[in-house]
């Protein structure tokens, strides 16, 4: 795999498990750590999100 999908996939199951807090427990994880709405939260759900676009790549990328 390449760093950069590795990446991706590490940001995609980050996101994933937030989601999972969010839905389960109301409880959301970044806005816990670095407060609701910061800089520093937009900056990783940003990061996040592009990480999901990217993984749009990898269902088409043939790992043969």
Do not use: C, E, H, P
């Not at 937030?18 to 990061?47: E, K, P």
């Amino acid at each position: 795999m390449k760093v950069i999908d590795t990446i991706a996939l590490v940001l995609m199951i980050i996101g994933a498990i937030v989601w999972g807090l969010i839905g389960l427990f109301q409880f959301n994880l970044v806005d816990a750590i670095f407060g609701t709405m910061s800089a520093l939260s937009r900056i990783i759900y940003t990061l996040v999100g592009i990480a999901g676009l990217w993984g749009i790549k990898l269902l088409f990328t043939n790992n043969d």
